[in-house]
């Protein structure tokens, strides 16, 4: 059977390392905030190309240079990639390991070179300390992973991996160096080395697949949510109103919306500039998310308003959680910022043909009566579901 040449095996996936490399420090670039890890695997897989480079040199370098330190390249590079993989998940990085792997690896593997030298040792050696990083990696998918077939799909390679080099290192032990030689042109050291290689590209793009999935949950909350305030924007807020409206048309249960509203905000841009207006947009949101359920929604719709989304919620309550909401700002900042009121309108779905634009439509009639009695109270829209008149004054009258 015609066998691959080693240095060939070892180059195209020097290539292929390489090339995922970039793609990950492009990734890196752009999402370092929301993704980490990406940029210790990107360093790691240059270590592992600049160790391909060395083996590939062998020949032209003394052996002992190429040896060690295509070695200690291979465990650093591997090791990185560990950490990369502890900080993804949020894990404090193993530096202590790291270091005692690394040392430990590079001084064994130069004590038998050059003072007993010992092939099946150094196999043995390097296999068993970078099986303790593929372990590392897999003990953390089964831990943190999320539930989905990427990290699966990435935990399955780490444990084959750490597998495979346990493996080889028990094969040195017992079988000597000679069984486990992948520079040697024979069938299996060319099955192996193939394997190994493939192995190595596949991890990479096995980090890549959970890293995409988690880049898709930022992307798309970044398309439904406000980058200042972390609420919902106008997108978000009108997928939310759809699932509620059909759950009302289901069940009919009330669905009411507050539409509130920041006083003067303009004076507070003015008189302390925009970052501390920022600032008071993102406390007030925070506010705003206090009072609320949990099945309640709250959203940014630009500027200083904000709309709230209250499902089974009827319009005499829902005075109840504006004026918490009322009572919440009056409590002083703890971070030291001016104070702030709002106007709020309230106003319930009418009907299952009502759309959101004619709810909000209402909202904002009530959020203009407000304004126009003097800021800093809430109104109730009059032209929806009944309520008694009593409560509904009762709660206005609170609010002023």
């Known amino acids: 059977m015609e066998t691959l040449d080693p240095r060939t095996i070892v180059f195209m996936t ?22 980490h890890g990406l940029g210790h695997w990107s360093a790691g897989l240059l270590l592992l190309v600049f160790a391909s480079m060395l083996f590939g040199a062998r020949g032209m370098l003394h052996d002992a240079l190429v040896l060690v330190g295509a070695n200690a390249a291979l465990i650093a590079g591997i090791g990185l990639a560990m950490l990369g993989t502890e900080k993804f998940y949020g894990q404090p990085p193993s530096l ?60 399955s390679l780490m444990a084959v991996q750490a597998c495979v080099v346990l493996a080889r290192g028990v094969a040195a032990l017992r079988n000597g160096g000679a069984s486990v030689d992948l520079m040697v042109s024979t069938t299996q050291a060319s099955i192996y080395l193939a394997v190994a290689n493939f192995m190595a590209l596949l991890l990479t793009v096995g980090f890549m697949t959970v890293a995409t999935r988690r880049l898709q949950a930022i992307l798309e ?32 249960r009330p669905l009411t919306l507050l539409s509130i509203d920041l006083d003067y905000f303009k004076n507070i841009n003015d008189r302390y500039g925009h970052m501390v207006g920022d600032q008071v947009l993102a406390h007030v949101a925070g506010i705003i998310g206090r009072a609320l359920r949990e099945s309640d929604c709250v ?18 309550n829902a005075l109840g959680v504006a004026e918490r909401i009322r009572s919440l700002l009056r409590e002083p900042a703890d971070v030291g910022l001016p104070p702030c009121t709002v106007s709020i309108g309230v106003a319930c779905q009418a009907s299952t043909e009502e759309e959101l634009e004619q709810l909000l439509s209402r909202a904002d009639a009530a959020l203009y009566l407000a304004k126009a009695n003097g800021r800093d109270r809430i109104e109730l829209d009059a032209s929806g579901p009944t309520v008694a008149r009593t409560k509904s004054a009762a709660g206005t009258d609170n609010a002023r």
């Open 14 to 35: 020097t290539l292929m390392c390489g090339a995922m490399s970039i793609v990950m420090f492009s990734v890196y670039r752009s999402f370092r905030r929301e993704v």
């Open 96 to 155: 202590r390991l790291y270091w005692l792997v690394f040392c430990l690896g590079t001084g064994g593997i130069a004590w038998w070179l050059l003072v007993q030298p010992d092939f099946s040792r150094r196999v043995a050696l390097f296999s068993f300390l970078v099986f303790i990083f593929y372990a590392r990696q897999a003990q953390l998918v089964v831990r943190h992973g999320e539930r989905h077939f990427s990290s699966f799909f990435f935990g």
């Open 221 to 252: 909350r970044r398309s439904t949510h406000d980058p200042l305030t972390q609420v919902l924007n106008r997108r978000g807020f009108g997928d939310a109103y759809a699932r509620e409206k059909a759950n009302f048309s289901r069940h009919r």
């Open 299 to 316: 959203a940014r719709f630009g500027g200083e308003e904000f709309v709230v989304l209250m499902p089974d919620m009827s319009p005499h």
